[in-house]
């Protein structure tokens, strides 16, 4: 979900504030007690991302959660029948409609237990999906307020300063390399740190790497128009202007680095963004290493670059190439012994002669016994 704000330069910057224990409370206050067909139901736990976050003046949801709730019911006899309902997945992009449940019963199984069963998944689920899309609404009311900048109050009145009608009326450009290059030569003039993100991926890295440097396909996880080439001095714009940059390194598809900085950094002043792809036999691990960061934005960085990068490119992961198995002439490969010549046919002769040869011999050997003067036959 996504809410205008008035034009100002400070609602331009990117911030984000994490809501995932207000989410808990909120999701338990709408859920537990609801009730069709004597089945009720409680949240047990919800898992997961949540946060509002600032876009050139927008505030947006951004949630990914896993709800697991327990619902019970009570048979005709009285006792009672108990078993789970899972919302496998709640977005910030699904509609109504895209929400998918899973249930199961706990208690010893019956026909009127199957029958609670099938009252959950689906008479349960369909009361639940109008709330899950008001979720973001309450969000935003009772956290937007929080990303506000404190001097808006003075550009609600209708009047702006120059700079921030600019802002308002423009996109952020991605500076040129000759700017990017003299921001980042020089040391800070403060003190930076250094933030990690990674994660693992059903693909191939070079795969993976195309999804991370195509501009074509950056929107598909990023939401966002992209400006990125894989070339050593390319610019780059990523989240609609937000975070600019240039390419300084590539080394496909293990590598690539950038120059990288947010909007809530220091005028002109860029960090170094070092993206690195470990293909191993079923997958490919990502790791982002983002160094001269603002000290006191360390936290910020972290959380964008798995919100962002991590989670948005987990969020496609089915459109993502997989890894090539084995080609089946080479699963079939086998190691072969010493090549055996078959025995010429002089050689097939020479042995059929020794053979019979000695045949006769012992057959003569054999008379001169029998006939001899100590056999049977010269006895006679």
């Known amino acids: 979900m996504t809410q205008q704000l008035p034009p100002g330069i ?128 309450a969000m935003l009311e009772t956290h937007g307020k929080d990303l506000l900048a404190e001097d808006d109050s003075a550009n609600n009145s209708g009047a702006s300063t120059p700079a921030a009608a600019a802002a308002a009326k423009s996109t952020p450009t991605v500076p040129s390399a000759s700017t990017v290059a003299s921001s980042t030569s020089s040391k800070a003039p403060f003190n930076t740190a250094v933030v990690k993100a990674n994660g693992e991926f059903a693909s191939d890295a070079d795969g993976l790497f195309d999804f991370l440097t195509n501009a074509e396909k950056i929107p598909l996880w990023s939401r966002n128009p992209a400006t990125m080439k894989p070339e050593v001095g390319a610019e780059m714009s990523l989240f609609g202007g937000n975070i600019a940059g240039k390419v300084t390194a590539v080394e496909r598809p293990k590598s ?29 691990t990502l790791d982002l290493r983002l160094s001269g960061v603002p ?39 086998r190691p072969r012994g010493p090549k055996v010549e078959p025995p010429s046919r002089w050689l097939l002769l020479a042995n059929f002669g020794v053979a019979a040869l000695s045949f006769g011999v012992v057959g003569a050997l054999g008379a001169a016994f029998y006939f001899g003067p100590s056999g049977p036959g010269g006895r006679a």
């Open 256 to 284: 690539f680095t950038t120059t990288w900085r947010a909007p809530t950094w220091p005028e002109n002043y860029y960090g170094t963004l070092e993206t690195t792809l470990t293909q191993g036999s079923n997958s490919t």
């Open 10 to 137: 400070k609602n331009w910057h990117w911030r984000t504030k994490g809501c995932e224990a207000w989410a808990k409370t909120w999701l338990k206050s709408e859920i537990d007690g609801l009730e069709v067909d004597g089945v009720s139901v409680s949240v047990k736990d919800s898992e997961g991302d949540c946060e509002v976050g600032m876009r050139k003046s927008k505030l947006v949801t951004i949630y990914d959660l896993k709800i697991t709730m327990d619902w019970k019911a009570e048979t005709a006899e009285g006792e009672a029948v108990t078993g789970s309902l899972v919302a496998l997945e709640v977005a910030h992009d699904m509609d109504e409609d895209e929400y998918v449940f899973e249930s199961s019963i706990s208690s010893a199984p019956s026909k009127e237990a199957q029958a609670f069963q099938s009252t959950a998944k689906k008479g349960l689920a369909n009361k639940l999906r109008p709330i899950f899309q008001r979720f973001p609404k």
């Open 295 to 333: 000290v006191g934005k360390e936290d910020e960085a972290e959380r964008n670059l798995n919100i962002f990068y991590i989670n948005g490119l987990k969020q496609i992961g089915s459109v993502l190439p997989s890894v090539a198995p084995p080609s089946s002439s080479a699963a079939r490969a």
